[in-house]
């Protein structure tokens, strides 16, 4: 079943039992992976303002989204998006800075340090999804760093970094 398209607001937590039973259907149904729509993690690289956040919270109502589609035998996978200089808000950050030509917004420019802080907030998503019961996560970036899977980060240019 292909991304669902869903901002996680705080109405949308307050729904997780109807999407956790809309999305326990669809496993039922013979879907036999399903993947979230992007997850930023962190605020900077959200697609829009309200986007969608893999922060603590969020993901805690994730749980019963997971057990849903465990329980029918499907599987669900997280996207982690990193939006960069695409965000569409003046918060946005990218290693290489500047405007793209689908936001008015110019993305401040990531530092060395700054690099390490979203790889940092990568990894900290990354654990609370598994946390949440996502057994399998993926990316998504443009101008950001991050895959995962399997208890591994893996950082394109950067390394690895393992999950504990």
Do not use: C, N
Not at 46 to 66: N, V
């Amino acid at each position: 079943m292909s991304s669902w398209r869903i901002v996680f607001s705080r109405q949308a937590q307050k729904d997780a039992k109807k999407l956790a039973a809309y999305l326990g259907e669809r496993a039922r149904g013979g879907a036999g992976l399903i993947v979230t729509g992007g997850f930023s993690p962190d605020r900077s690289g959200r697609l829009t303002p309200r986007g969608s956040q893999a922060d603590a919270r969020t993901l805690h109502a994730h749980e019963l989204i997971t057990r849903e589609v465990h329980e029918a035998d499907g599987r669900i996978v997280l996207q982690l998006l990193h939006a960069g200089r695409y965000a569409f808000h003046p918060l946005s950050a990218s290693p290489s800075g500047g405007k793209s030509p689908l936001s008015p917004f110019r993305s401040r420019r990531l530092t060395r340090s700054g690099v390490q802080r979203t790889i940092d907030h990568f990894a900290e998503a990354a654990r609370r999804a598994v946390d949440a019961g996502y057994e399998e996560l993926i990316h998504t970036h443009v101008d950001a760093p991050a895959a995962v899977g399997d208890g591994v980060v893996k950082l394109p240019a950067w390394g690895y970094a393992v999950l504990a």
